[in-house]
């Protein structure tokens, strides 16, 4: 017996103590993270009435439309009573989405929601996220195959999720960065490397006073000049083959015809660029000409972007032109991040919390409020007391036992409400 004792000593030992505190409190967080993503998307009425959603949890249907046929994507409330007992894909949240749960990509389910929907969405956008693949590697996730420990990261740009060790740069700490765009969104949207050299966290950069970013040799980056210098970085030039500078000068010259981005209002980045020599021949104040007037690096990496950096992009006519070509505008909205709807979600979902005690006390007179506080403090000594014997016998608290518990209280308080004498005056 002696030694049963003490090997249940040693085993308490082991075993980590956890509180009811620490319980509540995990339980808090979880809560809060799934206020997060669900908080601002609506879980009994389908959103396809909204029309494109500015953002919204999404959820692919396996069941419904495996791999092989047309993608589609459903909202939070068809998920729960459209395809409840179906094998879903959860895509986090996607911009501009309608729900497509019961169009025509549905063979054989009929929207129980909002089954009047248009055949197709064609404003929305598809991926490989939709049906369970991700990043260039394209493969599920988890992956049961992978067994390398990997976190996920959006592009805020193609909204795909990429393993981090397949971005081309190693993500800084997660609380160090707020948002990310892929290697491919990097090259189709070059401009953003004009921006990249002064804002993202991973600074890439030419300049002395700048960290350049995985820098191994000039085979697989491009050293882009101001328009008025003509030659290379003194610490680059030497090592730069002839095919090398011809690919510095194609760039040059498609940089010079890139529309450019101005400021609109004041911001940190004028202090930057206060002693810098501008391009007379630039747009007055367009802020992208200042960026490029200074040499930056291309890579063919991700960056990584810190919080507003959004509010440091350009608004003039020609980028917004610039923007609306290549399908980006939403950069320049800040309500478009993902933070702002997580943030949206938990101040809705805040407002919905409520007391229900305090609500049924609010709304009695004073009479009322100490019968209810009398009765409240009498059902939570015997609940205690009851709970207690369980306790003290080391056995499990089973439904059963509550039902019981609740039927023998209610029981005693009608013995007890039977019992009164009522007097009349």
Known sequence: ?????????????????????DVLEEDEELENEACAVLGGSDSEKCSYSQGSVKRQALYACSTCTPEGEEPAGICLACSYECHGS?????????????????????????????????????????????????????????????EIPDEMIQCIVCEDWFHGRHLGAIPPESGDFQEMVCQACMKRCAFLWAYAAQLAVTKVSAEDDGLVLNVDGIGDQEVIKPENGDHLDSTLKEDVPEHGKDAVKEVKAEQTNEPCTSSSSESDLQTVFKNQHLNTESQPGCRLQELKAKQFVKKDTATYWPLNWRSKLCT???????????????????????LAYENKGKVDQAADRRDPLMDTLNSMNRVQQVELICEYNDLKTELKDYLKRFAD?????????????????????????????????
């Open 86 to 146: 179906h094998k879903l894909f959860e895509l986090y949240t996607k911009r501009n989405f309608r729900c497509d749960c019961g169009n025509s990509k549905f063979k054989n389910l009929e929207c129980k929601l909002f089954p009047d929907k248009a055949k197709t969405n064609s404003g929305n956008k598809y991926n490989d996220n939709f049906f369970g693949l991700y990043c260039i590697c394209k493969r599920p996730y988890p992956d049961p195959e992978d």
């Open 393 to 425: 016998e080391g056995t499990v608290v089973k439904r059963e036992d509550i039902q019981q518990f609740f039927e023998e209280f209610q029981s005693k308080k009608r013995r007890r409400v039977d019992g009164m004498q009522y007097y009349c005056s």
């Open 1 to 21: 017996m002696a030694g049963a004792e003490g090997h249940a000593g040693r085993q308490s030992e082991l075993e980590p103590v956890v509180s009811l505190v």
């Open 316 to 338: 003039c006519k020609d980028c917004m032109k610039m923007y609306g070509d290549l399908d980006v505008l939403f950069l320049t909205d800040e309500y478009d991040t993902v």
